[in-house]
């Protein structure tokens, strides 16, 4: 099984690159604990998604900390990198978005995956469970959405952007992105449309299961996308639209399978506190050990 991490933001709002950062007992970053999480639940392969100059330091940071049968790809997420016969001019300030990010990875995946943030914890139980999915019921036509609650994702330090998932049962039916999310007294409420949630909702934190058959849409779209000179300019290419389109086309379906974990992020610099506490106090429980990697392996 796979595990992409998606690792090349700039993180703009953080204020530098947080996934760069030390969150754990011995400075671990938080990429690393879902690494980690991920190898528990017989992940075998890990894939990172970075800026070019960052690879080689990715590389010689992790190649030495992950166990000897764990294979490693880190892969530069390139503006140059483009589809066949695709061009664009001018200046282009940043990546092209996750979907692209996901997309250099194609040649090294060839089977159902499972993508996130790099700079985000999910929670080993949101891998147990994952991994089952893939094991059980992710194909071609078979995506998985690994969710979280509403309530159990803010941050007390401002605003939010979300995707509030649509669901029919167990199986996603859209995921509506909404960008100013915060806690107003008893409800979660979105600043840009005025819409009140109850914080219930179930939602997407970028935990998808998907198959090699995505690439070839990603590709498709992001075609589309490079004829605009508008988009080339500042716009990108989103991994949950791609898969929501090719869940509205019929051409798969997606399970949303609860996490069933305790998720946490660094949108601001200030929630860094509350992570490396958490952190501290999942290793002082015996939740992961210090330090976390076995470096004479």
């Not at 985000?120 to 059980?136: L, T, V």
């Not at 992105?177 to 007294?185: D, F, Y």
Request: proline share 4%; net charge negative.
């Amino acid at each position: 099984m796979t595990l992409l991490l998606m690792a090349a933001g700039r993180g703009s709002r953080y204020g530098k690159l947080k996934q760069f950062d030390g969150f754990g007992p011995k400075e671990e970053f938080l990429m690393e604990f879902s690494i980690y999480d991920a190898l528990e639940n017989g992940f075998e392969h890990i894939v990172v998604i970075t800026q070019k100059d960052n690879v080689n330091y990715l590389k010689d940071y992790l190649s030495p900390r992950l166990p000897g049968d764990i294979k490693l790809d880190v892969i530069p997420q390139e503006l140059s990198d483009l589809p066949e016969g695709s061009s664009y001019s001018g200046e282009r300030p940043k990546p092209w978005g996750t979907a692209h990010a996901v997309w250099s990875a194609r040649n090294v995946i060839d089977n159902s995956f499972a993508v996130i943030n790099a700079d985000d914890y999910y929670g080993k139980q949101a891998f147990e469970n994952a991994a089952r999915f893939i094991r059980d019921g992710a194909g071609k036509d078979n995506y998985g959405l690994v969710a979280y609650t509403l309530n159990d994702t803010l941050s007390p330090f401002g605003t939010v952007s979300r995707g509030v998932c649509k669901t029919k049962g167990h199986m996603l039916e859209s995921v509506e992105e909404r960008t100013k999310l915060q806690q107003e007294g008893a409800v979660v409420k979105d600043h840009e449309s005025g819409k009140e949630f109850t914080g219930e909702e179930m939602v997407s934190m970028n935990f998808w299961i998907c198959h090699p058959s995505i690439f070839s849409h990603i590709e498709s779209d992001f075609r589309e996308f490079l004829k605009d000179e508008k988009n080339i300019q500042g716009g990108e290419v989103y991994l949950p639209f791609v898969i929501q389109e090719m869940l509205q086309a019929g051409e798969i379906s997606v399970e949303v399978i609860p996490s069933q974990s305790q998720w946490f992020g660094v949108t601001y610099s200030e929630d860094k506190e509350s992570a490396v506490s958490l952190l501290q106090e999942m290793t002082a429980t015996g939740g992961y050990r210090s330090p976390l990697w076995n470096m004479e392996q």
